[in-house]
Structure formats: C-alpha cells, structure tokens
C-alpha cells in the first residue's frame, strides 16, 4: 500500500502551480485604467476584449483569459485550466465600473454573454 503522505504532498505542490487570478495577472494593464475612460481607450489597452452584453446606454466588455487551476470546479479535465473573466461597464462609451462576473451586473440590468 502506497503512503497517503506521498499523494497528500503530490496534491498540494500540484494546487501551489495554480496560475494567479486574472485581476492579479493583469495588474499593469488595469493600473492604466481609470473611470472615465472611453471605449477607445480601453480597446488600447485591452485590444482582446469584446462586447460581452448591451442593456440601453450601458454596454459590458468582457475580458476572458485562463489559468492553470486544476482542482477548482469547472477546470478542463485534459488541460487543468479555468476561464477567468472581467466584466467593464460603459454608459454612453465611458467606463463607470468594472469587477469580476457577478459584481455588477444586476446594478446595470446587463445580461453578459462568455465566450
């Protein structure tokens, strides 16, 4: 019989690769953003992200990447990695919020599509 202590240190070297949290991957990139900002702005900054959803004046971009998180919930099988997103909140093409799914979108009646 195998030792549990060998695949108990096995697990947790594997969960200390874990890829850091998009926000904390992306720290230089949203020191440059501020609200107030427009679209145009934000698409040269973040030129990968997309319109994620539109509810009247606001819009939502979504910016997606992924990381390496093999035991959180929802992680490829194959591949061990995870989507991340940040939602950013525009009314009238000028940025009043951003945040992680799920922070806002109920304050801007917004619907966000992932893809």
């Known amino acids: 019989m195998r ?3 060998a695949f108990l240190a096995g ?4 969960a200390a690769c ?3 949290p998009i926000q904390q991957r992306e720290t230089d990139r949203l020191s440059r953003l501020h609200t107030g900002a427009t679209v145009t702005e ?3 900054i973040f030129p990968k992200a997309y319109i994620g959803g539109i509810s009247g004046a606001f819009q939502a971009w979504v910016l997606r990447g992924k990381r390496y998180a ?3 919930g929802g992680a490829d099988v194959v591949s061990g990695r995870v989507a991340d997103y940040l939602h950013f909140y525009f009314h009238s093409d000028t940025l009043v919020q951003w945040g992680a799914p799920g922070d806002w ?3 801007f009646n917004i619907t966000i ?3």
């Open 105 to 107: 979108e109920q304050s």
């Open 11 to 14: 697990s947790l070297l594997l």
């Open 3 to 5: 030792d549990p202590r």
């Open 70 to 72: 093999p035991f959180e």
């Open 18 to 20: 874990a890829t850091a």
């Open 42 to 44: 934000f698409r040269t």
């Open 113 to 115: 599509e992932h893809r």
